[in-house]
């Protein structure tokens, strides 16, 4: 009990929370997506656009899910994307290079 409450703390300190919102501003403003959470839906429309792109991510250590029907209704096929405030300014930025590859 006393690991979490210390997990708690931790992750309730503002500077945690600065820095999760700043990635999560970076990526929608390069993305054009909405900086509503730092979980991002990227739409690629066919299933096998998305595992390819889940794919080339994973090969440059990046793990997004490809989401694809029945979850999402034919042709919106997507990547899921998480930030959080443990990735670094790097990280971010070797994302976002990423992202635009594979979203073209």
């Known amino acids: 009990v006393a690991g979490a409450r210390a997990a708690l703390r931790a992750a309730e300190a503002p500077e945690h929370r600065q820095r999760l919102w700043g990635h ?28 390819d792109a889940s794919r080339a991510l994973l ?7 490809a989401i694809r ?16 405030s443990a990735h670094t300014a790097e990280e971010v930025a070797h994302l976002l290079e ?6 073209g």
């Open 24 to 51: 999560v501003a970076r990526v929608a403003e390069a993305m054009s997506l909405p900086a509503t959470s730092p979980i991002f839906s990227i739409e690629l429309g066919s299933a096998q656009r998305a595992l």
């Open 69 to 84: 029907p029945p979850t999402v209704p034919e042709g919106t096929s997507r990547l899921r994307v998480t930030v959080s």
């Open 59 to 65: 090969e440059a250590g990046i793990h997004a899910t």
């Open 98 to 103: 990423q992202l635009c590859r594979v979203r």
